[in-house]
């Protein structure tokens, strides 16, 4: 009997184990569901919306212990689209992204805060060789099952940042006062990521 009690308590506390030490599951992000978007003013009057077509990224993700988080993306500058071609061909010179010298834009988080559905990815973003930390508050929805067997979580957020901050400096200001093309660029995110 006392044996049987023994093994009884072995087999939960190694069951309890393991649920704690069970590592999170990758996801690696849907480019057929996802959005890396942005929106600037322009000439003060109006937004002008773009995004980056080529990108890939990867999340870490328990939702037992949803702070442990761990989300990296990577986008190809070029791949720029704000559906003007000479737009984005300015947008890929050295005014903005330099993107000869600086062909890619990443992000990593560095911690996680709040709690589900509800957090904030605190990370590092590089833009032209430039990193800072920004905060970007998400909502985190999933995991679910598609109908093609696959387990799925769906991740919206925005922020905004500061060009400026990142080297992309180029500028002109309008007759009567005002920058043709606003500091402040709103980020947009929309996306989708599979598990592995």
Do not use: C
């Amino acid at each position: 009997m006392i044996k049987t009690y023994k093994t009884a308590w072995t087999t939960l506390a190694v069951a309890a184990l393991m649920a704690v030490s069970a590592p999170a599951a990758t996801y690696t992000i849907d480019k057929a569901h996802t959005t890396i978007g942005f929106a600037v003013r322009h000439m003060m009057v109006s937004n002008v919306k773009g995004n980056f077509g080529e990108f890939d990224g990867t999340i870490e993700f328990d939702e037992q212990n949803p702070t442990a988080l761990k989300a990296s993306a990577t986008i190809q500058a070029a791949s720029i689209n704000t559906a003007n071609e000479k737009r984005d061909d300015h947008l890929r010179n050295d005014d903005f992204f330099d993107v000869a010298n600086h062909p890619t834009i990443t992000f990593e988080t560095t911690r996680v805060e709040g709690e589900l559905p509800n957090l904030t990815l605190v990370g590092n973003l590089t833009i032209r060789g430039v990193t800072k930390e920004i905060s970007l508050p998400v909502e985190l929805n999933g995991p679910v099952n598609n109908p093609w067997s696959q387990t799925i979580i769906g991740i919206s957020g925005t922020t905004t940042i500061n060009r400026q901050d990142f080297g992309v400096k180029w500028s002109n200001t309008l007759d009567g006062g005002g920058l043709v093309v606003a500091d402040e660029v709103k980020l947009l995110i929309e996306l989708e990521a599979i598990k592995q």
